[in-house]
């Protein structure tokens, strides 16, 4: 794996300022089957993915598998499979459609290590969220790539283990179309989430694989239910795929006052996600100026 000139993508910025349009979030409405008008005009967490999960550029600088291609914003690599990890978006106040919002993206980290499967490269990018002059949320994405392992069978489905004393479970089961309407409110193009024959046969998927972020927004919906108010903070860390037309158990459970955990159980019972949901807005953290250090 080409680990030159790493370093000098660290510290590597985007911005980008655009009105959030309500319709946007009309459909997002529409894919979990709620009610519209049900977030009056308000982008609950994690739903701002609809403006700020993917850059747009033009059809020539599309990659194989379906993103940008390599090199611009995010590194270059030859690792082959590209995965969101995980996310930890904290709000400050409320973000608000029919307004201008501006989203600025940097890389902080990209550390290089060896797992099982053979070379993994990870990459955290800090984003910020502004609306009317004001920092209004934060969120640290981690994206993780990789070689694909070798062939993979579909997971045996089982029933699930009923709920804990204190838990909140439901089941869903994510169909094609859902997986379409979701790609093209996020505009994202990986083509793990559309094409059969890509997942199988490049990255060795053994079917057309669930969004991460659709999970997690699955999840942060349930966190949301469950406590009766916005979520306005919410971490996740995928751990294993999941897989189209293949039933998922969700679990939410009360931990402390506003704190919520929260999985997502695979078919045949691996956890394919955990995630944490809290309520309640704190001030954005006061930030120090960095202190240059003078060079002999």
């Known amino acids: 794996m080409p680990t030159h000139n790493l370093s000098e993508v660290i510290g590597r910025t985007r911005r980008k300022t655009i009105w959030l349009d309500p319709a946007s979030i009309d459909r997002m409405t529409d894919l979990l089957d709620l009610p519209r008008g049900t977030t009056s005009g308000m982008v609950p967490v994690p ?57 600025v993206e940097r890389i902080d980290a990209i550390e290089e290590k060896s797992g099982t499967s053979g070379p993994l490269l990870f990459v955290t990018i800090q984003c910020s969220i502004a609306q009317n002059s004001a920092e209004v949320g934060t969120e640290q ?31 869903w089961r994510p169909q094609t179309q859902e997986l379409f309407r979701y790609s093209a409110l996020t505009y994202n193009g990986h083509r793990i989430h559309y094409d059969a024959d890509y997942a199988r046969d490049v990255e060795r998927y053994p079917g057309i ?27 996740f860390r995928g751990k294993a795929p999941v897989f189209v037309d293949q039933p998922i158990q969700l679990i939410g459970q009360r931990e402390k006052s506003r704190i919520i955990a929260l999985r997502a159980i695979r078919c045949d019972g691996v956890l394919a996600m955990e995630a944490t949901a809290g309520t309640g807005y704190a001030p954005p953290p006061v930030r120090q100026p960095k202190v240059l250090k003078n060079r002999a």
């Open 47 to 103: 739903w701002h993915w609809v403006y700020f999960f993917s850059e747009s550029v033009a059809n020539s600088r599309i990659g194989r598998d379906g993103h940008p291609a390599r090199g611009d914003f995010l590194p270059a690599t030859r690792l082959e499979r590209r995965m969101f990890a995980g996310s930890h978006i904290e709000m400050f106040a409320e973000l608000r459609t029919g307004v201008e919002a501006t989203f």
């Open 209 to 235: 694989v669930v969004h991460g972020p659709l999970i997690a927004t699955r999840l942060a919906l349930l966190a949301a239910r469950m406590a009766g108010d916005p979520v306005t903070w919410f971490r």
């Open 141 to 171: 994405r981690t994206l993780v790539y990789l070689d694909p392992p070798g062939p993979a069978t579909m997971p045996k489905v089982q029933p699930f283990m009923p709920p804990e004393p204190g838990q909140i479970s439901c089941e």
